[in-house]
């Protein structure tokens, strides 16, 4: 079965009391449990994760398939991880890069992603919105709904 997995990398795990003026107030659980309500909606399966770590995202990223869709949140790893890169090119899976502050309008490190060009694009600064609206995009990308390329 097509899945929708949405990892989540490093310090994301402390959304909710992680500097709330940049990340809001929500936690990872209440973003996890709207994801997969919208999923479930549309009779698909969200697989929700989340990892400090380089290498365990790496290993989940390998088990996907160009079938799938993978909403990633790289947390710091979009600014410095040429691996994570290589990662989603290799299995090929379609990807949407989400961030919940606006990483364009922060510090100027933050600016650049090394994963977005591998991405089909990038949705930042809206919040736990900028997850919503990948779902909403993944589920209409799996239903055929989407613009392929
Ligand atoms: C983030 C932005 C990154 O620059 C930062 O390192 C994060 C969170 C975001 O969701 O806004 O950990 O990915």
Not at 61 to 66: D, F, M, R, S
Not at 77 to 103: C, K, M, Q, W
Request: with cysteine; net charge negative; proline share 4%.
């Amino acid at each position: 079965m097509q899945k929708i997995s949405v990892f989540h990398g490093p310090n994301l795990n402390l959304l909710g009391r992680r500097e709330p003026e940049h990340y809001g107030r929500l936690t990872l659980e209440e973003i996890n449990a709207r994801l997969k309500e919208m999923a479930q909606a549309a009779g698909f399966e969200a697989d929700c994760r989340q990892t400090n770590h380089e290498g365990i995202l790496l290993d989940w990223i390998h088990t996907l398939t160009p079938e799938d869709f993978l909403i990633l949140n790289p947390g710091a790893f979009t600014h410095t991880s040429y691996a994570l890169r290589d990662a989603i090119a290799g299995v090929n899976v379609p990807a949407l890069e989400v961030h919940l502050s606006n990483i364009h309008a922060r510090e100027e490190f933050r600016s650049r992603s090394l994963i977005a060009p591998v991405c089909r694009g990038q949705i930042s600064g809206l919040g736990a919105e900028s997850y919503v609206l990948a779902m909403d995009y993944a589920i209409r990308w799996l239903q055929g709904q989407g613009v392929k390329k």
